[in-house]
């Protein structure tokens, strides 16, 4: 945190007419006790209030908001044989990262303690919630429209809207931010003034203004319109997407390309699936009537599966970010986060995201399908190329997709026909239809004169428990998933 910063938060905090809910003057009051009352207080109000963060200063007179100055030293002060910062950390529950800082205003001294807003729970000092109303600080409990408001403002934490650079002037944030890419791929006119370009970011709150004309950058911003993520923190800068290409089949072969991403997402995005796309295989496809060539993955299934490892990673998990990888026989796509829906019902529950800011934006810029029509597409992109069927693995702590390269029937492992059965029997369903053996025939392009291979696969599947009869008194009324 630098000086500055501080200096034009406190200038901010002082300037405001009167104390509020989440921020508190203290000439030289320093009781332990009434400083962590204060903390629980200031806390919850500050999340009632809609602040990230609540303020106490001291060496400011509360009624002119005058700095005379204070000698208060949280690093020294003692409770007993104990440092008063581990006292209070000990007593505020749940625990929350206070911190004190000494301001060097011109005025003199000032001592500010920012304390964040209550996240999962009330914070209570001495297992005690307080709260914030006026200059006055009553127990949470005697006011319990107060505690509903603070129950309902809660919420888990939002990563899009964290901040990953603080106290920024406009010039950096046009030098970091590609904002001609965020008026382009949204469809609007570019602004032809720098406070029209601030407005639009911080409507879709990619940026925030912070103290003294300055502003931050939230997540949001920086992972889809960086034009260099690495110009950001580390934690950020690792959920830039890797591309590797492989001369084989195992990550043992020889790596032919490798392609590490500095553009924030959206700027990004084209060119990554573009490069992709320049680097797969070939292969002839014979279709009803004719011949033709296709790369060896389907270029939109792709497209989807990349999109979908952008937008439903786990945004908290640090060091990680989506990885692409490219077999001779073989495309996995990985990204870190379990999914949040079982990889069985991925193809036809509308999915769900940690990361909803980032999907509907990126919904926005035609990015990806709109919610709930995605990997259905991916499934049924397969099934025309009559590739052996997808993969979703869910992983300790990462989600994968993989894509296969062309195989025929009789090189599929049980499992695979068994997968692509089930599939199969999803997509009649959702089109209103019911899975049969010529239906499968024509998915797996087995000919007439051998259903029988169908049928096998089709008992196969039904002894596997995934799908059903969807009538057991005629079973010639076709399948069904099982959970239909």
């Given at each position: 945190?630098?000086?500055?910063?501080?200096?034009?938060?406190?200038?901010?905090?002082?300037?405001?007419?009167?104390?509020?809910?989440?921020?508190?003057?203290?000439?030289?009051?320093?009781?332990?006790?009434?400083?962590?009352?204060?903390?629980?207080?200031?806390?919850?109000?500050?999340?009632?209030?809609?602040?990230?963060?609540?303020?106490?200063?001291?060496?400011?007179?509360?009624?002119?908001?005058?700095?005379?100055?204070?000698?208060?030293?949280?690093?020294?002060?003692?409770?007993?044989?104990?440092?008063?910062?581990?006292?209070?950390?000990?007593?505020?529950?749940?625990?929350?990262?206070?911190?004190?800082?000494?301001?060097?205003?011109?005025?003199?001294?000032?001592?500010?303690?920012?304390?964040?807003?209550?996240?999962s729970a009330p914070v209570a000092f001495m297992e005690i919630p307080?709260?914030?109303?006026?200059?006055?600080?009553?127990?949470?409990?005697?006011?319990?429209?107060?505690?509903?408001?603070?129950?309902?403002?809660?919420?888990?934490?939002?990563?899009?809207?964290?901040?990953?650079?603080?106290?920024?002037?406009?010039?950096?944030?046009?030098?970091?931010?590609?904002?001609?890419?965020?008026?382009?791929?949204?469809?609007?006119?570019?602004?032809?003034?720098?406070?029209?370009?601030?407005?639009?970011?911080?409507?879709?709150?990619?940026?925030?203004?912070?103290?003294?004309?300055?502003?931050?950058?939230?997540?949001?911003?920086?992972?889809?319109?960086?034009?260099?993520?690495?110009?950001?923190?580390?934690?950020?800068?690792?959920?830039?997407?890797?591309?590797?290409?492989?001369?084989?089949?195992?990550?043992?072969?020889?790596?032919?390309?490798?392609?590490?991403?500095?553009?924030?997402?959206?700027?990004?995005?084209?060119?990554?699936?573009?490069?992709?796309?320049?680097?797969?295989?070939?292969?002839?496809?014979?279709?009803?009537?004719?011949?033709?060539?296709?790369?060896?993955?389907?270029?939109?299934?792709?497209?989807?599966?990349?999109?979908?490892?952008?937008?439903?990673?786990?945004?908290?998990?640090?060091?990680?970010?989506?990885?692409?990888?490219?077999?001779?026989?073989?495309?996995?796509?990985?990204?870190?986060?379990?999914?949040?829906?079982?990889?069985?019902?991925?193809?036809?529950?509308?999915?769900?995201?940690?990361?909803?800011?980032?999907?509907?934006?990126?919904?926005?810029?035609?990015?990806?399908?709109?919610?709930?029509?995605?990997?259905?597409?991916?499934?049924?992109?397969?099934?025309?190329?009559?590739?052996?069927?997808?993969?979703?693995?869910?992983?300790?702590?990462?989600?994968?997709?993989?894509?296969?390269?062309?195989?025929?029937?009789?090189?599929?492992?049980?499992?695979?026909?068994?997968?692509?059965?089930?599939?199969?029997?999803?997509?009649?369903?959702?089109?209103?239809?019911?899975?049969?053996?010529?239906?499968?025939?024509?998915?797996?392009?087995?000919?007439?004169?051998?259903?029988?291979?169908?049928?096998?696969?089709?008992?196969?599947?039904?002894?596997a428990g995934i799908i059903k009869y969807a009538d057991l008194e005629h079973p010639r009324a076709?399948?069904?998933?099982?959970?239909?």
């Amino acid at each position: 945190m630098s000086i500055e910063r501080d200096i034009d938060l406190v200038n901010d905090l002082l300037a405001r007419p009167s104390e509020t809910s989440w921020v508190e003057f203290k000439k030289d009051n320093t009781d332990p006790t009434m400083i962590g009352i204060r903390c629980s207080a200031l806390s919850n109000a500050a999340r009632i209030a809609g602040e990230d963060f609540a303020y106490m200063l001291w060496g400011v007179e509360d009624d002119t908001h005058n700095i005379i100055g204070s000698g208060f030293d949280a690093d020294i002060d003692k409770i007993g044989n104990q440092p008063l910062q581990l006292w209070l950390a000990q007593r505020l529950k749940p625990s929350i990262a206070f911190l004190f800082r000494v301001v060097p205003c011109p005025e003199g001294r000032v001592v500010l303690l920012e304390v964040p807003a209550a996240t999962s729970a009330p914070v209570a000092f001495m297992e005690i919630p307080y709260i914030r109303i006026g200059s006055t600080t009553p127990k949470l409990m005697d006011y319990p429209d107060r505690y509903q408001q603070l129950i309902e403002a809660m919420r888990p934490y939002t990563w899009e809207y964290g901040i990953v650079s603080q106290y920024v002037t406009g010039d950096d944030v046009l030098q970091l931010l590609d904002y001609t890419q965020y008026f382009r791929l949204t469809g609007q006119p570019l602004p032809d003034n720098r406070s029209g370009i601030f407005e639009r970011l911080e409507a879709d709150r990619l940026i925030r203004q912070d103290v003294g004309e300055k502003w931050s950058i939230t997540n949001l911003g920086a992972i889809l319109f960086a034009t260099d993520l690495h110009q950001f923190d580390p934690a950020l800068s690792r959920k830039a997407v890797r591309f590797i290409a492989y001369k084989g089949t195992t990550r043992a072969a020889t790596v032919i390309y490798r392609y590490d991403a500095g553009l924030g997402y959206a700027c990004g995005f084209e060119g990554l699936i573009n490069y992709i796309n320049g680097l797969l295989p070939r292969n002839e496809h014979i279709g009803e009537a004719l011949r033709e060539t296709h790369p060896l993955f389907p270029e939109l299934a792709i497209r989807e599966l990349v999109a979908n490892a952008l937008i439903h990673q786990d945004m908290t998990i640090r060091g990680a970010g989506p990885q692409i990888e490219l077999f001779e026989d073989r495309i996995e796509i990985t990204n870190p986060g379990r999914p949040l829906v079982h990889v069985d019902r991925m193809i036809d529950l509308p999915p769900r995201s940690r990361n909803e800011a980032l999907a509907a934006l990126m919904r926005r810029m035609g990015m990806c399908e709109e919610q709930g029509s995605g990997l259905d597409k991916v499934v049924s992109l397969v099934e025309v190329f009559q590739l052996p069927p997808p993969l979703f693995r869910d992983e300790d702590a990462s989600m994968q997709a993989i894509l296969y390269g062309p195989r025929t029937l009789a090189k599929m492992s049980v499992d695979e026909r068994i997968r692509a059965c089930y599939q199969h029997a999803v997509l009649q369903f959702l089109s209103g239809d019911r899975m049969k053996n010529a239906s499968l025939c024509e998915r797996f392009g087995i000919e007439k004169r051998n259903a029988a291979q169908a049928t096998s696969i089709l008992n196969k599947t039904l002894e596997a428990g995934i799908i059903k009869y969807a009538d057991l008194e005629h079973p010639r009324a076709g399948y069904i998933p099982i959970w239909a």
